[in-house]
């Protein structure tokens, strides 16, 4: 991870992410809000990073830039060492189906799908066959620990086994990066934690890049790297010096 201090952390395969100098200006009627103002982050495989910050210093703002749901003012959005401003809309658009996972504390389940449909829709939309949908599916919601409850639509389900909905959904197609903006907000801590670990595993394990927006103090113990951010800055860099006894053996 590199940011605007220029501290890096090399990593062979390359990064997943990079941003330089990311500007976002609103106007708010007669007044410009600077939502960014130059970030520079860089973002390598296996890393598992939370954004914090005060309501308004620009998480959210940050994430919709790098998932290419907004377009900053200035600067630079760099994936895979490609900068997505220039992409075609139609390319941005497949790339996000196709390599990109998100997770909203809002979770935008269907209510009429099951849990097994919510999940298996994003492998329709990818034109993935009927046999490899079915297999891939069940082993993405068998990973989140859903199969008793696959055939359940989200209304009979609890607030942190709809959250494993979210999650299964984001990594069935096995994406590359990961964007999540308050996951465990509505969630008690034992589910909290159990969420955490999840993501943590599963990005280790699999080399994804995941940046997480969140207010959760219990992110600490799981991601390898806090960044700070105010009024749109990142001002500070923490990486966790210590794993509590439950996460050094998770």
């Not at 007669?30 to 130059?38: F, I, P, S």
């Not at 703002?61 to 220039?86: K, Y």
């Amino acid at each position: 991870m590199s940011t605007k201090n220029g501290s890096t952390n090399s990593h062979p395969q390359g990064f997943v992410i990079e941003t330089k100098n990311l500007r976002r200006t609103y106007k708010l009627g007669d007044q410009e809000v600077h939502a960014l103002r130059g970030v520079n982050l860089q973002l390598g495989p296996g890393q598992f990073v939370a954004l914090k910050g005060r309501s308004g210093s620009g998480k959210t703002t940050l994430l919709n830039c790098i998932g290419g749901l907004d377009q900053p003012t200035e600067g630079q959005v760099i994936i895979f060492g490609e900068e997505i401003g220039r992409w075609s809309e139609n390319k941005l658009t497949t790339w996000r189906r196709q390599q990109v996972g998100f997770i909203f504390q809002s979770l935008g389940l269907l209510p009429a799908l099951s849990a097994y449909e919510n999940v298996e829709l994003i492998l329709r939309m990818n034109s993935v066959g009927a046999k490899e949908r079915k297999d891939v599916t069940v082993a993405t919601l068998d990973l989140v620990g859903l199969t008793k409850w696959m055939d359940h639509r989200p209304y009979e389900l609890s607030g942190g086994q709809q959250q494993r909905v979210a999650i299964a959904r984001a990594l069935v197609n096995n994406p590359k990066v990961i964007i999540a903006d308050e996951p465990t907000g509505d969630l008690d801590s034992k589910t909290g934690r159990e969420i955490l670990k999840l993501f943590r595993n599963i990005v280790h394990e699999r080399q994804i890049a995941m940046l997480m927006a969140t207010h959760d103090s219990l992110v600490d113990e799981y991601v390898d790297q806090i960044l700070r951010l105010q009024d749109g800055e990142i001002v500070a860099i923490e990486t966790p010096q210590s794993e509590t006894p439950e996460t050094a053996s998770a």
